[in-house]
């Protein structure tokens, strides 16, 4: 079974396939349409460790010549000097501005080699071969590409829709289980923002274990995500509003990866604990909440950060880099109520701190 999502930008329209080994024949598909004789692929080194002999045949059978460079995994390759490094990859081996760049692997993958791709003769086209739930649900997604700065997350980049997006289940048999749990933040995303039905989909994780979740309902759940998505992006494609709501619990996420170093903490486990932040947050200015909706997937979560490790003043001054802010206070994504999102500005560094304390009990 394949399911197919037609995202429509105001750059492109591009579809979003998701089914099972559908890689190969999408590769060779997306290759013929380009007239060229070169393609460029970057990808993660951990997806190339478990998938290199598929992904050299794969690329082989186009007939055409390919160059690949590895992307070393994790947040480190998210940076100004890795996106300098793709830059140079590209540029020296003679990209042009009709060569497809496939870009395979998970959110930082993704990211950089997105930015890449949007960057290198102002645009070359991309397509997005996502390896892991997060990158499959969120990430390739909608065209946010970028790289971190010291100052913050992702605060250097660009909007740039892919050309194509191949969602492959099969790569996600070699994921590790806490890496199917860094998805499943962003799944629960959906649900608190937007469709009630997504939190008993993904009860599928707390029932089965990973390698016995059905094919089927993987795919319906993953596509149900990106469909979420894409109405958001269709609506508002550079975030001057509703988008923002993809962004439920990101504000805290952002400034504990910042204050753990991206290092100690995934972008997933923070999103979830951003997330209860948020709700506390929430039913601070009046919504009645129950976080056990999230709470309940709880035991999913294997947390190597202590609370003690992390000060609130620290964690609230990262916070004044997010790029929703428009005046002196922080704007959070909140909930009136669950599925009903708002934007609201925060004048309190006390309101603020009370809501990382109850999100960071849950360490
Ligand atoms: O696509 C979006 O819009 C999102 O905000 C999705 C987020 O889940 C994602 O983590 C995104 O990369 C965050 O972007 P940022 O603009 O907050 O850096």
């Not at 060569?99 to 791709?117: L, M, R, S």
Request: glycine share 6%.
């Amino acid at each position: 079974m394949s399911k197919s999502i037609e995202v429509k930008t105001s750059q492109k329209n591009y579809t979003v396939l998701v089914g099972s080994d559908i890689f190969e024949d999408q590769i060779k598909e997306v290759a013929d349409s380009f007239n060229g004789d070169n393609l460029f692929v970057l990808v993660d080194e951990n997806v190339e460790k478990y998938h290199s002999d598929l992904i050299n045949k794969s690329f082989e059978e186009t007939g055409k010549n390919f160059f690949l460079m590895t992307v070393p995994e994790g947040e480190k390759s998210k940076s100004v000097s890795f996106w300098n490094t793709c830059i140079e990859f590209l540029l020296e081996n003679g990209v042009r501005r009709n060569t497809p760049v496939f870009v395979i692997g998970g959110g930082v993958t993704g990211d950089v080699g997105g930015f890449a791709a949007a960057s290198a003769l102002r645009g070359v086209p991309l397509i997005h071969v996502p390896t892991t739930v997060l990158a499959m649900v969120d990430s390739s997604i909608g065209g946010k590409t970028g790289v971190n700065h010291s100052t913050g997350k992702n605060l250097i980049g660009a909007f740039y829709q892919p050309y194509k997006v191949i969602a492959d289940i099969s790569f996600l048999n070699t994921l590790p289980r806490d890496e199917w749990t860094n998805g499943l933040s962003e799944i629960l995303k959906y649900g608190a923002i937007e469709q009630v039905d997504i939190f008993d989909k993904a009860e599928i994780f707390l029932q089965h274990k990973i390698e016995e979740i059905s094919k089927d309902k993987l795919i319906d759940l993953i596509t149900d995500c990106i469909q979420i998505k894409a109405d958001i992006v269709e609506k508002d494609e550079f975030e001057g509003n509703i988008r923002a709501y993809l962004n439920f619990g990101h504000t805290f996420a952002h400034a504990l990866e910042k204050e753990c170093s991206y290092q100690s903490i995934s972008h997933g486990e923070a999103v979830y604990l951003g997330m209860l932040a948020a709700i506390e947050l929430s039913n601070h200015f009046g919504a009645k909440l129950n976080p056990d909706k999230l709470l309940k997937f709880r035991s999913l979560y294997h947390y190597r950060v202590s609370k003690e490790e992390l000060s609130l003043e620290d964690l609230t001054d990262h916070m004044k880099f997010d790029k929703k802010r428009t005046s002196q206070y922080i704007r959070f994504v909140l909930l009136d109520e669950w599925q009903s999102p708002i934007l609201k500005e925060v004048r309190s560094d006390d309101v603020i701190h009370q809501a990382w304390k109850v999100a960071l009990d849950e360490l």
